[in-house]
């Protein structure tokens, strides 16, 4: 029964495993596509008397990040409250722990 378990949930890992990895060649292969694509209309526009300058804006640059992207903000820290015992019911910060003093700093 144990063994029937452990087959049942590698062949979920496996096919997610496998359609990753068919998902990210099948973007591979259009990425490479549309690569040549964009440098062989980049090719004619130069032949047309573009200069780089008028390209620039046109050029697949791999190293930055494309600015369609969403924007990430920094998490918030993780400090949480908590009440302390007494019948003044003040509220106090928890005491930060080293992962949450690396994690800040970080």
């Known amino acids: 029964r144990e063994a ?3 087959m049942q949930a590698i062949r979920v890992v496996a096919t997610a495993h496998k359609t990753l990895a068919d998902t990210r060649e099948e973007f591979a292969r ?3 596509a549309n690569k040549k694509a964009l440098a062989d209309a980049l090719a004619v526009a130069r032949s047309a008397g573009f200069s780089e300058a008028d390209l620039k804006r046109w050029q ?3 190293s930055k990040p494309s600015r369609r992207g ?10 949480k409250e ?3 015992p ?6 106090t910060t928890a005491p ?3 992962e949450d003093n690396l994690a800040a700093s970080a």
Do not use: I, L, Y
């Open 4 to 6: 029937e378990k452990k």
């Open 30 to 32: 259009a990425d490479a």
């Open 60 to 62: 697949a640059d791999d």
């Open 70 to 79: 969403p924007q990430r903000r920094p998490r918030k820290s993780a400090q």
């Open 82 to 84: 908590a009440v302390t």
């Open 86 to 91: 007494t019948n003044s019911g003040a509220v």
């Open 96 to 98: 930060e722990s080293a």
